[in-house]
């Protein structure tokens, strides 16, 4: 999949393992660095009264029973046991705290990372990449890293530490018999490093097909209209089936490769124990070892099971780990958008040129836009016409630099917008699309979105944009939440609160992409009669799909195949009889039908 790809791109299939991760990590850890150094300390003591048990085993059991038996054995073992047992419990719940305090501060400075980065990144990122993997990446994937972070991590050191405790501590006791134990972990490590290759490829398979399974969810949702208008339920219902089923099918092959290990390792330790007892048997008949240290031998040898059992499990999760460890890098590594020069610009005059620009989405791709050259007076009004695919939408989104020209220059009062600041340069511009976009806030908020609201000015602009009485009559007025996009107001009032946001931003630089086209004609006329105060002294781009509200423009500019095909004010172009008088016989056909 595409989007699995780009968002891993930086990392790489080589990039994934845990040593590269940590290498990422590092910048996000080193200020937390002497907690997690702490952490580990106290790890350590934890793995130390492992070895501990069998240490008293052993004096317990050889002086400890009989006549002979010493008084310290019988009394000191035991205040020891319990001794070791206060410290174990200290220890262990002060490293889980510190490593979780740790992991919680660099799972929110990753996800900050992560979202800064991805309002950052430029406009092609959006249009490449699909909502859910995004979602998927800064909110679920980087819990991922936290689990390796917490839970993975903490087993790591501890059970390793504790395997190295007891190791020492068996290697003290008798060192023939820990050879044995030594001979198995290399063919332990050999299992796990093939079962390694399998987990991350499926794990990779699997995160894929979570993202399309997202995917499916989010149009679903989105589109609840035309799945229920068009009795849409069973298609998608068996979409969704289809793709849990094969998500549920790569988890179980994962769980299948997982759960290998286990065994595996379980059966080659108890091959081991079987030496060993064997051979301590021996030892013992020939007086080289006491009952006490075999007790003990054998307890340390089972106490190393359970943690090397600990470190085998802890595989399956690292491994969804580093799969998600190339989302987040390759999000966290994608470019930003350029942020121009360094040039200000406090108040445009909203003089706007295109010299000679062609444009293209990629090398390969056919141009969209081929040497168009406009100029656009301050105040002037210029409509942008011409059937789909001409180039229009693309045209205006070069003024903000949402692309930049393949070919040629765009300048704005006399200056090459890439000599300015890309925030100053927007600064200048309001948009307002018939793809209305509000946010689940208030209204206050969305009216102001990206300043801090003045309730005058908010309370003006809703004014201007003939919105006032309709928001008076909400039960909070101003305040009033709207809900995602805006789902408690109609079209038209979705429509002039856009309008009302561009009216207070108070820009000298307008782009209307057809902000009528999906009204009744009760709300374009309210909607109309807010553009005009709107537009009034603006620089203004038009995007026109009904060719009725462009007739009072300035000029309006004819696109075809990329290029400016006409020019000139309304009644000039139908005269000519070209292009924009054939579009304008069309629609004016329809709407007399």
Do not use: C
């Not at 009072?552 to 500019?557: F, G, H, Q, S, V």
Request: proline share 4%; hydrophobic share 45%; aromatic share 6%.
């Amino acid at each position: 999949m595409e989007t699995e790809n780009t968002l891993r791109k930086a990392i790489g299939e080589s990039g994934t393992s845990p040593a590269s991760v940590l290498k990422r990590l590092w910048p996000y850890i080193k200020p937390n660095v002497w907690v997690v150094l702490l952490a580990v300390v106290t790890m350590g003591v934890s793995s130390a009264t492992d070895a501990g048990i069998p240490a008293l085993l052993k004096p317990l059991l050889d002086h400890g029973f009989g006549a002979k038996a010493s008084v310290s054995a019988k009394w000191l073992v035991p205040v020891a046991v319990i001794g070791l047992a206060l410290v174990r419990g200290v220890s262990q719940y002060a490293s889980g705290y510190l490593l979780s305090y740790v992991s919680n501060r660099i799972l929110l400075q990753l996800r900050l990372t992560m979202f800064e980065r991805m309002i950052h990144t430029s406009a092609s990122f959006f249009q490449r990449e699909t909502a859910s993997t995004v979602i998927n990446a800064i909110v679920f994937e980087v819990n991922q890293i936290l689990s390796v972070l917490t839970g993975v991590m903490v087993t790591l050191v501890r059970d390793t530490l504790t395997v190295v405790f007891l190791l020492g501590y068996l290697f003290y006791l008798n060192w023939r018999l820990t050879l044995i134990v030594a001979v198995i972990l290399p063919g332990i490590g050999w299992i796990v490093s093939k079962i390694n290759r399998r987990l991350r490829r499926l794990g990779r398979e699997q995160q894929t097909l979570t993202n399309e399974l997202s995917y499916i969810v989010e149009e679903t949702v989105g589109g609840y209209k035309v799945v229920k208008v068009h009795n849409g339920e069973p298609y998608e219902i068996d979409r969704f089936t289809e793709m849990s089923r094969r998500l549920r099918g790569y988890a179980m092959r994962m769980t299948v490769s997982g759960g290998l290990a286990q065994p595996l390792t379980q059966f080659l330790a108890s091959i081991a124990l079987a030496i060993v007892i064997t051979i301590a048997v021996v030892q013992s008949a020939n007086d080289q070892t006491t009952v006490g240290g075999f007790v003990a031998f054998v307890t340390s040898m089972l106490l190393v099971i359970s943690p090397l059992k600990h470190l085998i499990d802890v595989n399956q999760p690292l491994q969804r780990g580093m799969t998600a460890a190339e989302l987040i890098f390759g999000l966290i590594d994608e470019p930003a958008e350029p942020h121009g020069g360094t040039r200000e610009l406090p108040s445009s005059r909203g003089e706007i040129e295109f010299r000679d620009v062609s444009f293209s989405y990629g090398t390969t791709d056919q141009p969209i836009l081929k040497n168009v050259s406009i100029k656009v007076a301050p105040g002037e009004m210029v409509a942008l016409a011409g059937p789909s695919g001409s180039g229009k939408t693309t045209l205006v989104n070069l003024l903000p630099r949402f692309f930049d020209p393949t070919d040629g220059t765009i300048l704005v009062d006399g200056v090459p917008i890439a000599e300015y600041d890309i925030h100053a340069l927007r600064a200048q511009m309001a948009m307002v699309s018939q793809d209305v976009v509000l946010f689940n806030d208030t209204i206050a908020a969305n009216v102001a979105y990206g300043q801090t609201p003045d309730r005058e000015r908010v309370d003006a602009a809703l004014r201007a944009a003939n919105l006032a009485d309709a928001v008076a009559a909400m039960p909070n007025g101003i305040d009033t939440v709207i809900g995602g996009n805006g789902m408690r107001l109609s079209g038209g009032q979705r429509q002039r609160l856009a309008i009302a946001r561009a009216i207070y931003k108070d820009a000298p630089i307008l782009i209307l992409d057809e902000a009528t086209s999906a009204l009744d004609s009760e709300s374009e006329r309210h909607v109309q009669a807010a553009l005009e105060t709107l537009m009034e002294g603006r620089t203004t781009l038009v995007i026109a799909h009904r060719l009725s509200t462009i007739e009072r423009a300035d000029r309006i500019l004819v696109m075809e195949a990329g290029r400016i095909a006409e020019e000139g004010s309304h009644a000039d172009l139908l005269r000519r009889d070209g292009l924009y008088a054939h579009l304008h016989r069309i629609q004016y056909q329809q709407q007399a039908a």
